[in-house]
């Protein structure tokens, strides 16, 4: 009875070539996973952009109601790419302007633009703490329009929705298509940070993957 009991305790044991080629077959199975996962996370961290950029929309036309549709004088980074002059009042950062309306610290931040190296916003945050660090860039501008003299990035803001084109008592005053109006967008572009292109968040509320020209 004991040879029997030995010799089947010895056919249900791995030998150790066994045991290695489960090990070998262990690896080549992660290694060919592990691309899929790191993808599988880029694609999270894009649709969690996307809805940080839809929590930022909903809370601009909440505020644009209650400010006579006049877009705040934002300065996302008044330490190195301050857009506002030194001597022009007290700019608001996105998280001061919207955030009574639902915008908060973790909101402003993309998770894919903290991975990456090109992200500001720990600049920004040890230099003028939460109230300013964002990873997003804030840039009312039209999707035709050149950038180096925008109209709609002005700093008396700009005011949509009135069927006249010009200045009225020192506000820029346009009726674009909402739908052409390029508000928020990742802050570390170019390159994109979403397989090759940037979220942006538009005017009426739609979010896009953005790969037209961007400038800061």
């Known amino acids: 009875m004991r040879g029997l009991f030995t010799s089947a305790s010895r056919r249900s044991a791995f030998t150790l070539v066994e045991l290695l080629c489960v090990i070998a077959i262990i690896g080549i199975l992660a290694g060919l996973l592990m691309p899929s996962l790191g993808t599988m996370q880029q694609k999270a961290d894009s649709i969690t952009c996307a809805s940080n950029l839809r929590g930022i929309g909903n809370s601009v036309q909440l505020y644009l109601q209650d400010h006579s549709f006049i877009y705040p004088e934002i300065e996302t980074d008044p330490v190195s790419m301050?857009?506002?002059?030194?001597?022009?009042?007290?700019?608001?950062?996105?998280?001061?302007?919207?955030?009574?309306?639902?915008?908060?610290a973790k909101v402003l931040q993309c998770p894919a633009d903290m991975k990456s190296p090109n992200c500001s916003y720990n600049a920004i945050l040890a230099a003028s703490g939460t109230t300013y660090a964002t990873s997003y860039d804030w840039k009312p501008t039209l999707d035709d329009e050149n950038q180096s003299q925008p109209l709609y990035y002005t700093r008396f803001g700009g005011r949509m929705g009135v069927g006249v084109t010009g200045t009225i008592g020192g506000v820029t005053v346009i009726s674009?298509?909402?739908?052409?109006v390029r508000q928020v967008f990742d802050d570390n572009s170019p390159p994109?940070?979403?397989?090759?292109?940037?979220?942006?968040?538009?005017?009426?509320g739609h979010v896009v993957a953005y790969t037209g020209p961007v400038t800061h």
């Open 82 to 104: 301050a857009i506002y002059p030194s001597g022009y009042g007290t700019p608001q950062s996105m998280l001061q302007a919207f955030g009574p309306y639902g915008v908060t």
């Open 176 to 180: 674009p298509k909402l739908s052409k």
């Open 192 to 204: 994109g940070i979403h397989f090759g292109h940037v979220n942006a968040l538009y005017a009426d």
